[in-house]
């Protein structure tokens, strides 16, 4: 029997966002985005490649997956497959510490664990640039997580023909920089709009994309700057400005996509008053109503109680900058 190979990776929450693609084939973003790897809610995946079977088998947090969940992981070995030059099937077993699909970056982390643990067991050599490549493939966000710490992924870097090879994500050093990140969960459940067609729809008809995706540019630029100052109050205006426009470019859609909840804004009211008496904290919100707020570690106790407070009964955790995909020790 061939050997399992297993990955671990974590989710990352994008300072800078990416928001809509140029390429939804080859999952290539309009614009770049930076974002920082955390150290809780890893997915941990195991691939074995299964020669003679004639289909894929896949596990989802222990059950069978099925449809669209299938589909992406089994699309996702076949481009594997393909790059690997070998036919055969595969067993899967995937388990995400976090709820999936709610906009915890459970795709991030777990096309990340998927893309290393994959192409160990199909035998490809690929160096950290070469898998944020092929972890884009599953979800764009996926190829930030490949690194630890902070990551940018470019929409399009050099000049090579090729738009696949222009695309992909590095580490960005920021050594004297360790904040946390504090995750109010006010809804576990699964989003009613998938990132992946709210993106089209913002992209196609929302009057408001084009300029934020181009504010986003000066946001990068000011992000950096901010990060190697060690700002904190910087890097969360920057993150919490461009959070609302991309939030913004979604409302403006027709139909309008609201990822907001009246426990959003409840926390978000938590951050404003938190900042009133002189907490600088700032929010940040992804593809669905969970709320991330950034914060000094020393501070992180006390925001936590006060987004606790705002939306009682959501959980809430307490993240900081965390490690980059690998394999188990033992595998590879
Ligand atoms: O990579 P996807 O399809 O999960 O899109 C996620 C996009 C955001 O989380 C909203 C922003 C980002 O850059 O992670």
Redesign the pocket.
């Known amino acids: 029997m061939a050997p399992d190979h297993t990955a671990v990776a974590h989710p990352n929450i994008?300072l800078v966002?990416?928001?809509g693609k140029r390429d939804e084939k080859l999952v290539i973003p309009n614009v770049d985005?930076l974002?920082m790897t955390l150290d809780v809610f890893p997915t941990v995946t195991t691939v074995r490649v299964t020669p003679g079977e004639p289909t894929d088998t896949v596990t989802f947090d222990g059950a069978t997956a099925e449809g669209e969940q299938r589909l992406r992981i089994t699309e996702f070995l076949d481009l594997v497959r393909k790059t690997a030059g070998r036919p055969e099937r595969a067993t899967v077993d995937t388990r995400n510490a976090v709820p999936t699909g709610a906009g915890l970056?459970s795709?991030?982390s777990g096309f990340a664990a998927l893309a290393v643990a994959a192409a160990a067991a199909y035998g490809l050599d690929l160096d950290p640039t070469a898998l944020s490549r092929l972890a884009r493939r599953g979800?764009?966000?996926?190829a930030r997580s490949i690194f630890g710490d902070f990551a940018i992924l470019y929409a399009r870097r050099g000049d090579a023909a090729d738009a696949d090879l222009n695309s992909y994500a590095e580490p960005v050093p920021v050594p004297d920089f360790d904040p946390a990140l504090v995750i109010a969960v006010v809804n576990a459940g699964p989003k009613a709009v998938s990132?992946?067609t709210a993106m089209r729809r913002t992209v196609e008809t929302s009057p408001l994309y084009w300029p934020w995706a181009r504010a986003g540019t000066t946001d990068l630029a000011d992000m950096r700057a901010a990060l190697n100052r060690g700002d904190l109050d910087a890097v969360g205006e920057i993150a919490e400005r461009n959070a609302f426009g991309?939030h913004a470019t979604m409302l403006a859609a027709r139909p309008a996509v609201r990822y907001l909840s009246p426990a959003t804004v409840a926390v978000l009211d938590g951050v404003l008053r938190l900042r009133a008496d002189g907490v600088p904290a700032y929010a940040t919100m992804?593809?669905g109503p969970n709320v991330k707020v950034l914060c000094h570690p020393a501070d992180a106790a006390r925001v936590a109680a006060t987004m606790g407070e705002a939306a009682p009964g959501c959980t809430v955790v307490i993240a900081r900058r965390g490690p980059g995909a690998a394999l188990r020790s033992g595998d590879g």
């Open positions: 994008a966002k990416y928001w985005s974002s970056a795709s991030a979800s764009a966000s996926a990132s992946r991309m992804d593809a």
